[in-house]
């Protein structure tokens, strides 16, 4: 099985600032990686796919990058309603994987 | 609008069954694959179980395999999870999720249910 370490596992940041999430996976996924946003009581939403592809309506100051076996999801100038849990996840082979989360909470 | 409403949760004792149900709508449901996706509260994710759109592919993770079985209703609009000597560890909030396209492998979790709740104690 594909291991993904995520981290940090959470931080604080300010309503403005720059966020960087970082995503290891245990062997080469090529771009296979997608990442997805938890808030409270809600299921995940599905933001990036193929590591640095938007899923539609999602917001440009979210973005991704990386392929191989290094992964970042980047957020610009956080919003109030982008801080939640992330996750990252491999698509790579079955069985399927996430990240054990990056909780992004406020300063 | 895609929705997704998982039901068949509740209280179970360890060593018996529950049958979880999902009804979908808002999409061609046989030209999707589907998956569950579980979640301990205050967790994180595991993925459970995906199967193709025709059922002619299924995938389970090692912590369900041989006691879990996941299957679908393409008539009937419907995903379900039947799951056998049921462990303390198998309680979670059970989602529904479809993928991007018919193939489960693709694995990119595109909607989700809200959840259906199982608990597994004496």
């Known amino acids: 099985d594909i291991q993904m370490t995520q981290s940090p596992s959470s931080l604080s940041a300010s309503v403005g600032d720059s966020v960087t999430i970082s995503c290891r996976t245990s062997?080469?996924?090529?771009?296979?990686l997608n990442w997805y946003q938890q808030k409270p009581g809600k299921a995940p939403k599905f933001l990036i796919y193929?590591?640095?592809r938007l899923q539609t309506g999602v917001p440009s100051r979210f973005s991704g990058s990386g392929s191989g076996t290094d992964f970042t999801l980047t957020i610009s100038s956080l919003q109030p309603e982008d801080f939640a849990t992330y996750y990252c996840?491999?698509?790579?082979?079955?069985?399927?994987?996430f990240g054990l989360g990056t909780k992004v909470e406020i300063k | 609008e895609v929705h997704l409403v998982e039901s068949g949760g509740g209280l179970v004792q360890p060593g018996k069954s529950l049958r979880l149900s999902c009804a979908a709508s808002?999409?061609?449901?046989?030209?999707?694959?589907l998956h569950w996706v579980r979640q301990i509260p205050g967790k994180g994710l595991e993925w459970v179980a995906g199967?193709?759109?025709?059922?002619?592919?299924?995938g389970y993770a090692d912590s369900v395999k041989g006691r879990f079985t996941i299957s679908r209703d393409n008539v009937k609009n419907s995903l379900f999870l039947q799951m056998n000597s049921l462990r303390a560890e198998d309680s979670a909030l059970y989602y529904c999720?479809?993928?991007?396209?018919?193939?489960?492998?693709?694995?990119?979790?595109?909607?989700w249910g809200q959840g259906s709740l199982v608990t597994v104690s004496s």
């Open positions: 199967l193709n759109w025709n059922s002619g592919n299924i």
């Open positions: 999720v479809k993928d991007v396209n018919g193939d489960y492998e693709t694995g990119r979790f595109e909607s």
């Open positions: 808002g999409f061609i449901f046989d030209n999707y694959a």
């Open positions: 996840q491999q698509s790579y082979s079955p069985p399927l994987t």
């Open positions: 193929a590591a640095s």
């Open positions: 062997q080469s996924i090529d771009t296979f």
